[in-house]
C-alpha cells in the first residue's frame, strides 16, 4: 500500500526558508511522477512543483526561482526547498505522486508566515 507522509512545515518568517519532506512507502521510481501542491485557506489546490521519473521539473510561476524540487531515490523521499518565503506561500502543503491511473496523496503539512 502507497503511503506518503509529509514533515517540515512550520512557522517562517517572511524571507526566510523551509525544507519539506514526503516520504515514500514504496520506491518512487515505481512513479510516473511526483509533485507538491499547496492549499491556501478557502481557496483551491494548486500545483506548485513537479518532478517526472525522468527527472524533469517545472513549477508555477509563482514560485519559479524560489523554490526546487528534488528527490532522494535510495531513501525513498521527495522534497521541496523553499526560499525567499513571503506570506502568500502559507498553505498546507501536500505530497502527490502518480502511478498509472492512481493519484496518492499525503496528509499535508502546514506552512504559516505572519501577513
Known amino acids: 500500500q502507497v503511503q506518503l507522509v509529509e514533515s517540515g512545515g512550520g512557522l517562517v518568517q517572511p524571507g526566510g526558508s523551509l525544507r519539506l519532506s514526503c516520504a515514500s512507502s514504496v520506491n518512487i521510481f515505481d512513479f510516473d511522477s511526483m509533485a507538491w501542491y499547496r492549499q491556501a485557506p478557502g481557496k483551491q489546490r494548486d500545483l506548485v512543483a513537479t518532478?517526472?521519473?525522468?527527472?524533469?521539473?517545472s513549477y508555477a510561476d509563482s514560485v519559479k526561482g524560489r523554490f526546487t524540487i528534488s528527490r532522494d531515490n535510495a531513501n525513498q523521499m521527495l522534497y521541496l526547498h523553499m526560499n525567499e518565503l513571503n506570506p502568500e506561500d502559507t498553505a498546507v502543503y501536500y505530497c502527490n505522486a502518480k502511478m498509472c491511473r492512481y493519484n496518492y496523496w499525503g496528509q499535508g503539512t502546514q506552512v504559516t508566515l505572519p501577513s
Open positions: 518532478i517526472t521519473v525522468g527527472g524533469t521539473t
